[in-house]
């Protein structure tokens, strides 16, 4: 099981490696910033709209979004408490408690998560991030984490985040999707397999930013980690699979579920972080420790869930 991870891991290295090398003297932050315009743009909505025209997953529309908005809305309210609760007692400082927010309850399932399932259970389940991402953890970043990030850091006052979400092509490309499904029109095949053809540079692409993105900071208060890593990695996925179970998700699309939702925080933290002066050195760290984790802990799970 763990052999089927190793190609995934050796493009996160190579991610990692670029940030150490910085060959032709290109910053990975300069690489990054590259690299994410070209798959917002053209790579995610070309996998997007090729997964959910091609999908013949049918009810599993509906009870994916579900369980990801329960599991997300669930750990965020408790994370809400907890990271407060510590703030008010002078714990933490509120750039602390914005970071820890936003590395606890938002996962990113097209970034980690989608190889992952892809590796462990198959191309046929890569459906289930998308979806998990698309409809349930992309709106609730940049609606609610946006608001949090604001509350809690620097408020940027005429920024709109919010409403980055109608301006994101691969937001576009879900409307356009769904519509094109349900109406039942037909699209030509030369089509398809130029979707498919950009669709497949998203895992590779996405998994080389992620590396990029991963270091561990120098002063670490280490014990401040802990609750994310049982946010992130063990209170979702037990989250996810209680409430999918209830839905009605079953099997290889509920073992894909459960792992789109401990997937690590997602990269966007960063930016919001930077954006709102939260605590991006922290933010940084907790999605490393939490992408090392789970990357050697989703094997045992798939094992136990399939």
């Not at 994101?168 to 397999?193: C, Q």
């Amino acid at each position: 099981m763990y052999q089927q991870l190793i190609p995934m891991s050796l493009v996160l290295f190579l991610g990692v490696l670029w940030r150490r090398i910085e060959p032709a003297n290109l910053p990975p932050i300069q690489v990054r910033a590259v690299l994410g315009t070209l798959v917002i743009n053209f790579i995610a909505p070309a996998l997007i709209l090729e997964v959910l025209l091609t999908s013949s997953l049918k009810e599993e529309l509906f009870q994916v979004p579900v369980t990801g908005n329960a599991t997300i809305l669930t750990v965020l309210s408790i994370s809400l408490v907890l990271y407060t609760a510590l703030l008010r007692l002078k714990i933490i400082t509120r750039a602390q408690v914005g970071a820890l927010i936003l590395a606890s309850a938002f996962g990113n399932g097209m970034g980690v998560g989608l190889p992952t399932v892809s590796a462990l259970l198959g191309a046929g389940q890569r459906d289930i991030p998308v979806i998990y991402d698309l409809l349930a953890a992309v709106p609730f970043v940049w609606v609610i984490g946006v608001m949090l990030s604001a509350h809690f850091g620097t408020r940027v006052t005429g920024g709109r985040l919010g409403q980055e979400l109608l301006r994101m092509p691969p937001f576009w490309a879900m409307a356009i999707a769904l519509g094109l499904r349900f109406s039942g029109v037909t699209i030509p095949d030369p089509i398809l397999k130029t979707l498919h053809l950009l669709g497949s540079a998203a895992v590779p692409l996405l998994l080389l930013m992620v590396g990029m993105t991963l270091h561990i900071g120098r002063n670490m208060r280490w014990g401040l980690l802990i609750p994310v890593v049982g946010f992130k990695l063990f209170l979702s996925a037990g989250l996810a699979l209680g409430v999918g179970h209830l839905v009605g998700l079953s099997g290889a699309t509920l073992a894909a579920t459960v792992l789109t939702a401990a997937a690590p925080p997602v990269a966007i933290g960063v930016a919001l972080c930077d954006r709102f002066k939260l605590d991006t050195e922290l933010f940084g760290t907790a999605m490393t420790m939490t992408t090392v984790l789970y990357v050697a802990l989703v094997p045992q799970l798939v094992t136990w869930l399939v």
